[in-house]
């Protein structure tokens, strides 16, 4: 499925910075390679796995030592992620570690609110718009739909507020929200947060008052068109943020004084370099609905798509000494890498513990609670609690090749409440084997796994493929 694309870039800086955007996207030599997952691994101190290069599938993860079933095997921490536009009006969420915060009458009357404002600016047609313009292999979650207006707007308020506090909330205390100090966009669980966040992407992001106007409303305009797009264009540009402000540092670093602005550039990209990437235009699958005469002129609009949304991004953060990196075909390479390597970002909500607690209460506690409870719930509907959900990018789970018997699993246990990948043993793994995980569901049929698997870009071949195989 892989094609170049028909119509020449029409992006300028393709053209321009042809070499070095070659130089960005090339596979890293694979010392180097070596030598940055060495250095990650040691300094995570993630001692019970390494990664290894071999011919058959590139690299791989390995154990290092024994690990029992339930073990577990690694917390990788996110390069860079973000959670789903609509998935914010389900949860408030730190926007740095993705942490809950605030408290359960917060996320609940938060949630409310913004369902019963969501109706009328009709957000419905944006998640449509979502699902068929992104083409991608997941689907972008969409925002429930409670039934807000069974609660009086001053309850929701009183929530939001702290003046209502629910029965046994204080077994499920949350952290205190940080505000960015710029914009009231980003919230954080704590002033660390608020400062990582800012020195790794939001310096460039913040929207707020102290922004320059027209850099301001740049941004706006950006993250407009991302909110009724497909918001992998919000990630994607986290990850040229990153990068950016990872130069700025290094450029004033005393061991890098010598070298080149590009070689500078190269350094700063490296976390990147190492994440397998296609441009996204290129491989995605076709959308059922369009057949293929039309498939040129979709990816064509995919590209063109991204391309508008690139332009928006120029106008805010652009930086010449670092220009390569706002060509076109890197950020399609950066989309692509997001969607190539399925790495979901989910947190388990607190408000499912919150009223399962309730539910588990002895008889007469319990009475007298849901009197409280019963009209919340209700006004939450059906899906009374939602997880925070995004995507990320994890370096070392990413190097975790599929297979569909996996001796592995990410799995979020009920300690690993933010962004961090968790990886459990399936089973006893012994020194030296490889960890795989599953893609896929591994328990559709061969065909529906193929079929899968196939938007990853390979055909899988593992012990349990080639019993099934048809001869
Ligand atoms: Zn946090
Ligand atoms: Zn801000
Ligand atoms: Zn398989």
């Known amino acids: 499925m892989a094609r170049s694309s028909a119509a020449a870039s029409p992006c300028d800086l393709d053209r321009e910075f042809a070499p070095q955007i070659a130089q960005l996207l090339a596979t890293p030599p694979l010392q180097s390679a070596q030598e940055y997952y060495d250095e990650l691994i040691q300094s995570k101190k993630h001692d019970g796995i390494r990664v290894n290069y071999n011919g058959e599938h590139g690299k791989g993860v390995f154990a290092n030592k024994d690990f029992d079933e339930d073990d577990l095997i690694l917390k990788d921490q996110m390069l860079v992620g973000a959670q789903h536009s609509l998935n914010k009006i389900d949860c408030t969420v730190c926007s740095y570690c993705f942490r809950f915060i605030g408290s359960i009458e917060f996320q609940i009357g938060q949630r409310l609110y913004l369902q019963s404002i969501g109706s009328s600016i009709g957000c419905h047609s944006e998640r449509h718009c979502h699902g068929s313009e992104s083409g991608s292999s997941t689907d972008s979650p969409a925002a429930t739909e409670g039934n807000s207006d069974t609660l009086p707007q001053e309850v929701i308020e009183s929530l939001i507020t702290g003046e209502t506090s629910l029965p046994f909330s204080d077994h499920f205390a949350l952290p205190e929200i940080v505000s960015c100090h710029g914009c009231d966009e980003e919230r954080y669980c704590s002033q660390s947060c608020a400062n990582s966040d800012w020195e790794s992407?939001?310096?460039?992001?913040?929207?707020?008052?102290?922004?320059?106007?027209?850099?301001?409303?740049?941004?706006?305009?950006?993250?407009?068109?991302?909110?009724?797009?497909?918001?992998?264009?919000?990630?994607?540009?986290?990850?040229?943020?990153?990068?950016?402000?990872?130069?700025?540092?290094?450029?004033?670093?005393?061991?890098?004084?010598?070298?080149?602005?590009?070689?500078?550039?190269?350094?700063?990209?490296?976390?990147?370099?190492?994440?397998?990437?296609?441009?996204?235009?290129?491989?995605i699958a076709l959308p059922e609905d369009v057949d293929a005469s039309g498939e040129d002129s979709f990816r064509q609009e995919i590209r063109d798509l991204a391309f508008k949304s690139l332009q928006l991004l120029k106008d805010a953060i652009f930086d010449a000494e670092c220009a390569p990196l706002f060509s076109l075909e890197v950020y399609g390479h950066i989309i692509g890498m997001f969607e190539l390597n399925n790495l979901d970002l989910v947190v388990a909500s607190p408000v499912e513990d919150y009223f399962i607690h309730i539910y588990d209460l002895p008889d007469d506690e319990k009475d007298e609670a849901e009197k409280v409870t019963m009209p919340i719930v209700d006004a939450?509907?059906?899906?009374?609690?939602?997880?925070?959900?995004?995507?990320?990018?994890?370096?070392?789970?990413?190097?975790?090749?599929?297979?569909?018997?996996?001796?592995?699993?990410?799995?979020?246990?009920?300690?690993?409440?933010?962004?961090?990948?968790?990886?459990i043993a399936l089973g006893p793994i012994s020194k030296g084997d490889e960890i795989t995980i599953s893609y896929i569901d591994e328990d559709l049929p061969y065909e529906e796994r193929q079929a899968e698997l196939a938007d990853y870009g390979f055909t899988c071949t593992c012990s349990k493929c080639q019993e099934e195989k048809p001869n």
């Not at 106007?213 to 068109?225: D, N, V």
């Not at 009374?384 to 001796?407: E, I, K, R, W």
């Open 380 to 423: 939450l509907g059906e899906d009374y609690s939602v997880n925070c959900d995004g995507t990320a990018f994890f370096p070392l789970q990413s190097c975790m090749n599929h297979s569909c018997c996996p001796n592995a699993k990410a799995f979020k246990r009920d300690e690993d409440n933010d962004s961090h990948a968790v990886i």
């Open 201 to 283: 992407y939001h310096s460039l992001l913040c929207a707020g008052s102290n922004t320059e106007p027209s850099r301001r409303s740049a941004l706006h305009k950006f993250i407009e068109h991302a909110n009724g797009t497909n918001d992998i264009f919000l990630v994607a540009a986290k990850t040229i943020t990153f990068t950016l402000l990872r130069y700025k540092k290094l450029k004033k670093h005393p061991d890098f004084q010598a070298g080149s602005n590009f070689s500078l550039l190269m350094e700063a990209w490296k976390p990147f370099s190492m994440g397998f990437k296609k441009r996204w235009w290129d491989y």
